[in-house]
């Protein structure tokens, strides 16, 4: 099984990043995913989830609006965009997998980092 982030990296405030994060050895359809991200010093928070069905939601006020998850389940992939990026949204950003029934069938990735200057 792996989770594998790609798409973070440096930018400038009012930027904008789309994360990925691709999946493998498990079926992918049949999982809820989400995003997490941890800021320096602090604790990993849920950003987003997207069901198994595609229904989408937000955990953070601070990103509404400004934050898209999506996925596409035949490349076994999810997404993340991000818009108007803002220095407090600097953290590791970790894709999560829980399958849909059995929610003890939990997967993570490595993350990728995402750093926003001002």
């Known amino acids: 099984v792996q989770l594998v982030e790609s798409g973070g990296g440096e930018v400038q405030l009012g930027g904008s990043l789309r994360l990925s994060c691709a999946a493998s050895?498990?079926?992918?359809?049949?999982?809820?995913m989400s995003w997490y991200r941890q800021a320096p010093g602090k604790g990993r928070e849920l950003v987003t989830t997207?069901?198994?069905?595609?229904?989408?939601?937000n955990f953070l006020d601070s990103v509404k609006d400004r934050f898209a998850i999506s996925r596409d389940n035949a490349k076994s992939t999810l997404y993340l965009q991000m818009n108007s990026l803002k220095p407090e949204d600097t953290a590791v950003y970790y894709c999560?997998?829980?399958?849909?029934?059995?929610?003890?069938?939990?997967?993570w990735g490595q993350g990728t980092q995402v750093a926003v200057s001002s």
């Open positions: 050895g498990f079926t992918f359809s049949l999982y809820s």
């Open positions: 999560h997998a829980r399958h849909r029934s059995e929610s003890r069938v939990q997967y």
């Open positions: 997207i069901t198994s069905s595609g229904a989408t939601s």
